[in-house]
């Protein structure tokens, strides 16, 4: 019964800024990992940005450190990603993916649906 459902998606000009959401359920969201994962067209996947459970650190991808924040509310369990300064190359399809630590390696056993970011003048 894991269901994980982003939104916030949207059409935006470069320099723009949108937020995403991803809402949980059907597990306990604040014991996992979470992450953001993209997909442009023709393009295979590309992890985004992860968060831990405990100490809540994150970590992410070099295209996207220092525009991209990841967040999380266990109170709510919503993953969240606020994305600044936004460019034409982050028009993709982002998926919020629930996580787990294998070894040094992500798994991703669980993803939403994806939320659509288009960034176009």
């Known amino acids: 019964q894991v269901h994980l459902v982003e939104s916030g998606g949207g059409l935006v000009q470069p320099g723009g800024s949108l937020r995403l959401s991803c809402a949980a359920s059907?597990?306990?969201?604040?014991?996992?990992?979470m992450s953001w994962v993209r997909q442009a067209p023709g393009k295979g996947p590309e992890w985004v940005s992860s968060?831990?459970?405990?100490?809540?650190?994150?970590r992410y991808a070099d295209s996207v450190k220092g525009r991209f924040t990841i967040s999380r509310d266990n109170s709510k369990n919503t993953l969240y990603l606020q994305m600044n300064s936004l460019k034409p190359e982050d028009t993709a399809l982002y998926y919020c993916?629930?996580?787990?630590?294998?070894?040094?390696?992500?798994?991703?056993?669980?993803w939403g649906q994806g939320t659509q970011v288009t960034v176009s003048s």
């Open positions: 968060i831990k459970t405990a100490d809540g650190t994150t």
């Open positions: 059907g597990f306990t969201f604040s014991t996992h990992y």
């Open positions: 993916a629930r996580t787990r630590l294998l070894s040094t390696l992500y798994e991703y056993d669980y």
